[in-house]
């Protein structure tokens, strides 16, 4: 059974501040990592993928991923009242849908 | 990313009866899914829809319950029939463009069944 583990939350950041949000997944075939950002009452947004060990940025959002931990992070700087959210990891391998964590709730303190 | 669209985005429904969903891509997909949220929940699969084929379900989840068509690359339809109170839920629809294997999502149907 492939599964995803994430700390459901929530996780309150003041603004400003550096939001680390964490995913361990137990498939070690797992080739493809995402991101995924859910506001209440929307359909779940791609933020960031990531398929190679190390770090991977894009604006104030950086993606880390360690295979042989089999652990993903997400690291979100300059926090924003406007990133509360619930936060999806999720991954695949090959052609295989999406296996999602539970989700991470990131609650940004103004 | 593909611009997708479901059809209808809520419905509240009475037991017993049968909804049909409809999702509809802007291009050509290589795979598109059916995903249920329930309250406060996380993602989960229903079903693969497969092009001119039988949808590849997940465990707990049968096509007497949710038929699933794929006539073409750019449309599906998931039917929840014969509902119940706990089939009330959000209903996604997810498609994968074939450039990576990125996965998008439609805004989603929300089903309330009384």
């Known amino acids: 059974q492939k599964e995803v583990e994430q700390n459901s939350g929530p996780l309150s950041v003041p603004e400003g501040a550096i939001a680390s949000l964490n995913c361990t997944y137990s498939d070690r075939g797992s080739q493809s990592f995402f991101w995924y950002r859910q506001y209440s009452g929307k359909s779940p947004e791609l933020i960031m993928f990531i398929y190679s060990n190390g770090d991977k940025e894009d604006g104030r959002f950086t993606a880390q991923l360690n295979k042989a931990s089999q652990y993903v992070s997400l690291l979100i700087r300059d926090s924003q009242p406007s990133d509360s959210a619930t936060y999806l990891c999720a991954f695949n391998s090959g052609n295989t849908p999406l296996v999602f964590g539970k989700g991470t709730r990131l609650s940004v303190i103004a | 990313s593909a611009v997708i669209s479901q059809k209808p985005s809520r419905d509240i429904c009475q037991r017993g009866t049968s909804l049909t969903i409809q999702c509809q891509v802007d291009?050509?997909?290589?795979?598109m899914f059916w995903y249920r949220q329930q309250p406060g929940q996380s993602l989960t699969l229903i079903a693969t829809a497969n092009q001119g084929s039988e949808a590849t379900y997940e465990s707990g989840f049968v096509i007497d319950k949710f038929p699933i068509s794929r006539p073409n690359l750019t449309f599906s339809t998931l039917t929840v029939s014969n509902m119940s109170p706990e089939d009330s839920s959000i209903y996604l629809c997810?498609?994968?463009?074939?450039?990576?294997?990125?996965?998008?999502f439609g805004p989603g149907t929300r089903l309330t069944v009384l």
């Open positions: 997810s498609v994968r463009t074939g450039v990576t294997d990125t996965q998008y």
């Open positions: 291009s050509q997909v290589t795979m």
